[in-house]
């Protein structure tokens, strides 16, 4: 699996009304420009960009891959994708989903129109081949689901925002090709110094659950399921929404990490420290 589906709710309310809604002038604020390093067994293989905007209950998202240290020796793909929709309560209910890569030679393409919750239209760039094992994607799999930039904001409810509470969650997540989801646990409270950011992190354990679009007699597949994988939750310059510091995850070549080397986080609240 690779790390732009690695990096890595639903509706309570009527959408459309919301939708139509601007912002309310005095809505809370914040932003997140991050650098993201990449590596496999202490050795870089890539980075990673962040950019983040939060508007009340409105949010929009990019990210950027490519290959650094000794991974432009094995690759020169590079890819991004970006997303954008609202918070509900502690719910994402994501709007529109964009994710375009080059490598190995093989333009990769997904487009998704979501709303109220369910994935409504979408434009995949390349289809999988028919096999009669992989398990078919439908209109099921594609309600209650997520994009997977989207799945990366992490809605908690102020009080106990950076506390057990806020791994108490599985993640519905539909990338284009295969529906999964993302169960969370908790694990433990880290403290964190430097990068942009110091503070308290929540550390969850992770667990990769295939839905469907995949096929459960690979050997991929098979070791997904059993593989151990943690992600490190921060404040996105607001209390009541955290997103990844790092997220580790052990593969067949060692242990495979996404950790922040730089944030900016900006926000009303840092602001009014400041003054």
Known sequence: MSVSKI?????????????????????????????????????????????????????SAKVGLEPAG?????STGKGGAEAAGWLVGTKVVPSKYRMAS?????????????GSGNIRKMEVTPQFKPNKERIK????????????????LMPVKTKSGLGPEACQRKLPIFDGWTRFDIKLSFREIKQVKGRGYD????????????VAGH???????????????EAWLAPAGRDDVLIPYRISLQ????????????????SEQTDSAKR
């Open 7 to 59: 990096l890595g709710r639903f509706l309570a309310l009527p959408l459309f009304a919301l939708s139509c809604l601007p912002a309310p002038a005095d809505a809370k604020k914040a932003s997140v420009g991050g650098l993201y390093a990449i590596s496999i067994s202490g050795l870089k293989i890539g980075k990673g960009t962040l950019s983040l905007a939060l508007q009340g209950n409105a949010y």
């Open 70 to 74: 000794i991974g432009t020796l094995f």
């Open 102 to 114: 080059h490598a190995a030679n093989r333009d990769f393409y997904v487009a998704l129109a979501q």
């Open 137 to 152: 994607v439908t209109k099921k799999h594609q309600r209650n689901a997520m994009d997977p930039l989207s799945a990366a």
């Open 199 to 210: 503070g308290p992190v929540v550390v969850c354990n992770a667990r990769w659950v295939p």
């Open 215 to 229: 096929r459960p007699s690979k050997a991929s597949v098979k070791y997904m399921e059993k593989a151990s994988m």
């Open 251 to 266: 593969t067949k070549s060692g242990q495979l990490v996404v950790q922040a080397s730089k944030l900016n986080i900006e």
